[in-house]
């Protein structure tokens, strides 16, 4: 089956590679074109999840993980220096991970300032 979904992909990028090679992009034209190129230089990175089970198919998380970061950056956080974004992004994989394990943030926050 992943054979057949990497061929799928090959064959979707060969049909893609053929039809600009007929007809080049004009310049208002030019984001299909980048994708094709995108997908193909990336499709390592793009179909290693099929290879590799414990890789999860989108980076939906990470997505989610970051934009609570971007929130408080565009809110009021005023980043002077590299280690106050360090310490903002510390807190937060604290609070983050306190929540995905079911456990009780503020015990969890007080126990790595304790230390």
């Not at 007929?22 to 310049?27: A, L, R, T, V």
């Not at 999860?56 to 974004?85: C, H, M, W, Y």
């Not at 995905?100 to 926050?109: A, E, L, S």
Request: with cysteine; charged share 30%.
């Amino acid at each position: 089956k992943v054979n057949a979904l990497i061929q799928r992909y090959e064959s979707i990028l060969l049909l893609a590679e053929e039809e600009y090679t007929e007809h080049p992009p004009g310049k208002e034209y030019m984001d299909g074109y980048n994708l094709q190129k995108r997908l193909r230089a990336y499709q390592d990175s793009h179909l290693y999840f099929l290879s590799h089970p414990e890789v999860d198919p989108t980076n939906n998380i990470s997505e989610r993980e970051l934009r609570k970061f971007k929130r408080k950056q565009k809110q009021a956080v005023v980043l002077r220096s590299n280690t106050g974004g360090q310490h903002i992004c510390d807190a937060l994989t604290i609070i983050e991970t306190a929540r995905t394990q079911n456990k009780n943030v503020y015990d969890t926050v007080e126990n790595a300032f304790a230390k």
